[in-house]
């Protein structure tokens, strides 16, 4: 299986898990230093996450972000204070123009199967994070992986957000995991997106954050290269998706219980007993 280093010690497919953590969308400059500093004290060395427009809202009038110039602005400050920096891109054109601030570029779930925003991605030569559409079987993203291997570009992660389970629902399939991972790409599991209700709010998504710990205790148990997980100090008060969002104080007793089950199950000893495929 390919390895993908972001950063010196950060490294999906090799080791623990990577933490992949920040809020939904950016709200302010200052929003996101104050998370940013706050992962890392608990976190340590993580890859930080936010979005500077959030193209695909439930309605028209939702807050979207600073926009592309403001938000590469900010997450560029970020990425020259230390922190590898992970965003989404929705057009082709993005796609350069974030690469120069950025170390991951993010195909969202909508978009897996645009072949050529994924090209696009695959060319700036950053690491391209693809989201496994809700509407795609585990096994058929590796479509999408090979779309952007075509240029060269084997630095890439799947993640794992949930498929669609009848109406504003979603269900989360643990076989999907190693699935995806026997494709030879890093695995990456959604903890928060996973747990959203979509649009089940009307004019907004729903969310269900009492079931983050458990999907990620079970998806942590099949050797995932990465956990993602949007946080935010007040998820009421957050512009988008605070009703999947994890409340950062609840963040470090969460990672210390996955830490121990990633130890567990990446250890000599268990993949002696259960064999190489981390099931």
Not at 26 to 54: M, N, P, Q, T, W
Request: hydrophobic share 40%.
């Amino acid at each position: 299986m390919n390895t993908v280093e972001v950063a010196p010690g950060l490294v999906f497919g090799s080791g623990p898990f990577v933490l992949i953590a920040g809020p939904c969308v950016i709200e302010s400059e200052e929003h996101v230093h104050l998370l940013a500093r706050s992962i890392r004290a608990i976190a340590g060395h993580f890859v930080f996450k936010a979005s500077f427009d959030k193209a695909n809202r439930s309605s028209g009038a939702s807050y979207r972000g600073p926009g592309i110039d403001e938000g590469l602005r900010i997450l560029a400050g970020l990425r020259r204070e230390g922190y590898p920096v992970l965003t989404d891109i929705h057009e082709t054109w993005q796609a350069e123009r974030a690469a120069e601030a950025v170390d991951i570029l993010q195909i969202p779930a909508f978009l897996c199967r645009q072949t050529d925003l994924l090209i696009a991605a695959g060319r700036t030569g950053r690491v391209v994070n693809i989201k496994k559409g809700q509407f795609v079987a585990p096994h058929d993203i590796a479509n999408a992986a090979d779309k952007v291997a075509s240029t060269g570009n084997n630095r890439i992660v799947l993640t794992e957000r949930g498929s669609s389970f009848g109406y504003n629902n979603l269900v989360v399939d643990m076989r999907g995991l190693p699935q995806m991972r026997a494709a030879g790409w890093p695995v990456v599991f959604d903890a928060t997106h996973s747990v959203q209700l979509p649009g089940a709010g009307g004019s907004a998504s729903g969310g269900a954050p009492e079931f983050i710990e458990p999907l990620s205790r079970a998806a942590v148990a099949t050797g995932i290269d990465g956990l993602f997980v949007e946080v935010h100090e007040n998820p009421s008060r957050a512009l988008s998706d605070g009703a999947n969002a994890l409340r950062l104080d609840r963040l470090a007793g969460l990672l210390e219980r996955l830490r121990r089950i990633d130890t567990l199950v990446k250890s000599e000893e268990f993949l002696h007993e259960t064999g190489p495929s981390r099931v």
